[in-house]
C-alpha cells in the first residue's frame, strides 16, 4: 500500500508554480536585477514576516526566530523601530504553512549567498540569520515537527499561498534603499 504523501510534500506540490512565479519576479538569470530590485524583495519579505510570519510563529511557539529575521531584515533596509499595526491572527494550520514558505527559504537563501546572485556590498544580514538556521538543524526539526502536524492540510496551503502572493505583488510605493 503506498505511503500518505507528508505534509511538506503536499505543500511543496501546491505551491510550487506560486513559489516559481515569486522567484521569477524576484530573480532572473540567477541574479536579482539590480540593488534597488533586491531591496524591492527584502522590503516585501519584512512584509510576509511581519503580517505572516511573526502571528505563525507566535501560533506555533517560536517567535523568537522570527523576531530575529524581522531584526536582520530591518538591519538590511536601514529601518528601526517597529511596525505600524499588530498582525492579525492566524489559525493553526495557516500558521504550519505560512511557516513552510518563509522556513523553506533558509535552503534558498544559502544559495543566494554562494551563487552571486547578490552582490557582496549588498546588506545580507537575513540571508545569513536563515543560512544558519538552516546549517544549525533549525530547519530539518522544522520539517520533521511539520509532517508530525494534525492540521487540515487546506489551511497549510492557504497559508503558504499568502506568503507567494505577498511575495509577487507589485510594490506599491518605492522606499528608498
Excluded: K
Excluded at 504553512?97 to 527559504?105: E, H, W
Amino acid at each position: 500500500m503506498p505511503r500518505a504523501p507528508t505534509n511538506r510534500a503536499v505543500l511543496r506540490d501546491a505551491t510550487r508554480a506560486a513559489h516559481g512565479a515569486a522567484e521569477a519576479r524576484w530573480v532572473w538569470q540567477g541574479r536579482f536585477r539590480s540593488r534597488g530590485a533586491y531591496g524591492d524583495w527584502l522590503r516585501r519579505l519584512l512584509r510576509a514576516h511581519c503580517t505572516l510570519g511573526l502571528p505563525a510563529a507566535q501560533v506555533l511557539g517560536d517567535a523568537h526566530q522570527e523576531r530575529l529575521r524581522i531584526r536582520a531584515l530591518r538591519s538590511d533596509l536601514g529601518l528601526s523601530g517597529a511596525g505600524a499595526r499588530g498582525p492579525e491572527p492566524l489559525d493553526l494550520g495557516t500558521a504550519w504553512g505560512v511557516a513552510y514558505a518563509l522556513n523553506g527559504s533558509a535552503l534558498g537563501a544559502s544559495s543566494l549567498l554562494t551563487s552571486g546572485a547578490v552582490s557582496r556590498d549588498w546588506p545580507q544580514a537575513y540571508l545569513r540569520v536563515l543560512r544558519d538556521y538552516a546549517r544549525g538543524g533549525g530547519l530539518r526539526a522544522f520539517f520533521d515537527d511539520l509532517d508530525a502536524a494534525s492540521v487540515p492540510r487546506a489551511q497549510m496551503v492557504q497559508g503558504a499561498q499568502a506568503v507567494f502572493a505577498c511575495l509577487a505583488e507589485a510594490e506599491e510605493a518605492a522606499v528608498p534603499f
